[in-house]
Structures are given as C-alpha cells and as structure tokens.
C-alpha cells in the first residue's frame, strides 16, 4: 500500500506562545487500541505532532477506532474543539467538519478526568466505517478512501488568549479499493 503523504492543512497553531513558552495546554492523546498514550513533553512537540506521519489503523482488526485527549486543568482553557480534516482527492479541497458527537452519541467536550484531578479529557471520539447502532457517528470511509490523510484537529483557546492546536493525523490500512465485509479482498469492478 502506497503511502500517501500528509496534505498541507497549514494553520496557526501556537497563537500566544513565545518560543521559550513550555506550557502545552494538551497533555497527551490517547489511541485506545493502542497499549499507551503520546504525552506532549512541550509545547514544540504538540505543535509538530503531526509530522510525525500517520497512526495507520487496520480496518481489519479495529473496525472502530476511538481517540481520547487529555488537557491540563491549570491551562484555564475555555474552548476546545474537535475537526475532522481531509483534501479531496477530486479537487484537493479542504474539508474540516466539526466533531460533536463521540461514542454512545455522548457530546464531545472537556470533562474532569476521573483518573487525574489535574487533567480535563475529551473523550470517545470515535471513527468507524459501520454503524455501530449507539448513536456514534459514522464516517462512510468506504466512499471517502481516496482522500487518504484524514486528521482529528483539536483548537483550544484559554482564559489568557492563548491558542494550542494539535493534528493527529490518522488513515486506514486495508481499506483502499477493498471490501471489509469480504476481508479485505478486491472489490469487483
């Protein structure tokens, strides 16, 4: 499978920070299918996360792939949203459709994690190509495989105007001209 590079979804994403600014605001993302989490040492690292390429998710072995992110309570965020992103492939547009609802049709938003008196979590944002039947979103990523990168792209604004974005930056292995209902054989054409 040919990789497909990482689309130009330049924004600004560290509006308010110096350069010696080491505060991230986002602690750390959290793949659930994954066996830990990507803790943001600073705020470079949460800034070019998304240059580290491409979580590839089997489509095969996680049919449904959810996405929790944590931030800091200190940080005094006051707005925080989720984006789903991709270019066409037809003409290289850029979509960005808010993500507002995650799993078991639960509103994403910023909530007190139960684990960590110190961390706001977004979680449940989940992705998947079936319907999952709990009032979970589905993406039909059958007719979207051509548009390759997708990514969850996460803005927060804090009490003191300060601007932290985080790309994760996901795609679907087995996917692309295949069937998963058939196992990932070819499609008849």
Not at 161 to 176: D, S
Request: glycine share 6%; aromatic share 8%; net charge negative.
């Amino acid at each position: 499978m040919a990789i497909t590079p990482i689309p130009d979804l330049t924004i600004p994403q560290n509006v308010g920070y110096a350069d010696t600014d080491q505060n991230p605001i986002i602690h750390s993302i959290r793949w659930r299918h994954l066996p830990s989490r990507h803790i943001f040492p600073d705020v470079h690292d949460v800034i070019t996360y998304h240059q580290k390429g491409p979580l590839v998710i089997d489509i095969q072995l996680h049919s449904v792939s959810y996405l929790d992110i944590y931030c800091l309570k200190s940080a005094g965020i006051v707005s925080a949203k989720a984006f789903l992103r991709f270019v066409t492939e037809t003409d290289n547009t850029l979509v960005e459709e808010p993500y507002l609802t995650g799993e078991g049709g639960k509103s994403i938003s910023l909530e007190s994690d139960p684990n960590n008196p110190d961390l706001l979590v977004m979680r449940g944002i989940a992705f998947t190509q079936k319907d999952l039947g709990d009032g979970t979103p589905m993406y039909d990523f059958m007719n979207m495989t051509k548009e390759g990168i997708y990514e969850v792209w996460l803005k927060c604004v804090t009490d003191t105007a300060k601007e932290l974005h985080v790309r994760i930056p996901f795609q679907w292995a087995n996917l692309y001209g295949e069937d998963p209902s058939t196992g990932g054989e070819e499609v008849p054409t």
